[in-house]
């Protein structure tokens, strides 16, 4: 007589094992959805800013050029207020921090923060574009 020989047959997943990873991937896509709905910011133009009717209540990113003879520093708050426009409309700014090296009127900047709608737009994050330093030259004849 010869020992019967076992076959190999499909292993099965539990169904317990099946229902936690679905929990778990939901819960994963969850939070993920969750904290970048939290952390999603608006970016726009002073010009859409001031006719934004909705923007008093979240945290908002606006772009804009800073106006000269608008920037006064108040150095011992690290405090800087200026202005800046987009080329339609202008929005002045208060900022409480460090302020990046490059930042001059004329320099685009975006600001980051919270606007009433009126008064000054209160930024939380100042970002100053860096000016390029690859610009297009024009020989000259001597």
Excluded: W
Excluded at 20 to 32: D, E, S
């Amino acid at each position: 007589m010869q020992a019967a020989i076992p076959t190999p047959g499909k292993r099965r997943i539990p169904l317990s094992f099946l229902l936690a990873g679905i929990a778990i991937l939901g819960a994963v896509i969850y939070l993920v959805f969750a904290n970048t709905q939290a952390s999603a910011v608006y970016y726009m133009t002073v010009s859409e800013l001031k006719h934004c009717t909705t923007c008093t209540v979240q945290s908002v990113r606006v772009a804009g050029v800073v106006k000269a003879g608008s920037v006064t520093r108040n150095d011992a708050q690290e405090q800087i207020s200026f202005t800046i426009f987009d080329g339609k409309q202008t929005l002045p700014v208060t900022y409480s921090g460090v302020v990046p090296d490059i930042f001059r009127p004329g320099i685009q900047v975006v600001v980051e923060g919270h606007y009433g709608g009126q008064g000054a737009f209160n930024a939380q994050t100042l970002l100053a574009k860096c000016p390029s330093k690859f610009q297009s030259a024009t020989p000259t004849a001597h």
